[in-house]
């Protein structure tokens, strides 16, 4: 099914996004010197790429899908990914508050640092789940009109964010990759 196999390819770029993340954290425990913008770029990344494209796609195409041939969201797989969907927009909330006092207490790099880590984690873990058992249960309900259907909604997604979006946003992380490493 094409677009699962879009969804896992999404995985991998968040993935990379992630190890920046994590790259950046570690620089700033070493206090080492990581500009404002490559973070205010890291998050940027994970609220239009991760929650509104990729999330979106999830939330407003593909569970309402599942949900119809069968798969439940109550006590089942589609509501623990929307709940870790809230949890990981609260993190990103609480990490960009810490960004715009930064550089004065020392507080607000450890908020930064203990909401990114905890991210990583949960986005990890998250992605994990989603490829390994979410998204093999969505292979055995969905049928060939389904997967049709699921990438023209993808399509819309992406038209809805503006030409070009993703492509500078993937951009930016070589950017950052450059700079941190």
């Known amino acids: 099914m094409r677009s ?13 996004a992630l190890s920046l993340l994590e790259l950046a954290v ?3 425990e070493r206090g080492e010197d990581v500009p404002l913008e490559v973070l ?5 990344f994970f609220q239009i790429f991760a929650d ?6 999830e939330e407003n195409v593909l569970f309402p899908l599942l949900e119809q041939r069968g798969i439940p969201r109550e006590g089942g797989p589609i509501g623990v990914m929307l709940y870790e969907h809230d949890l990981g927009r609260g993190y990103i909330r609480e990490m ?9 207490p020392i507080e607000a790099k450890d908020k930064f640092k203990n909401n990114a880590l905890s991210y990583i984690s949960l986005l990890r873990d998250h992605i994990y789940k989603e490829d390994n058992i979410l998204f093999k249960m969505a292979l055995m309900v969905l049928t060939r009109d389904d997967d049709e259907e699921l990438l023209r909604e993808f399509e819309e997604i ?8 993703h492509e500078q946003l ?12």
């Open 4 to 16: 699962i196999e879009i969804l896992m390819s999404e995985h991998r770029i968040i993935e990379r």
């Open 26 to 28: 570690t620089r700033i």
């Open 40 to 44: 205010n770029k890291l998050l940027e």
């Open 52 to 57: 509104k494209c990729y999330h979106g796609k």
């Open 96 to 104: 960009r508050e810490s960004l715009e006092v930064f550089n004065k």
């Open 158 to 165: 992406e038209k809805k964010m503006g030409a070009g979006v």
């Open 170 to 181: 993937i951009k930016n992380l070589d950017n950052i990759e450059n700079i941190l490493r």
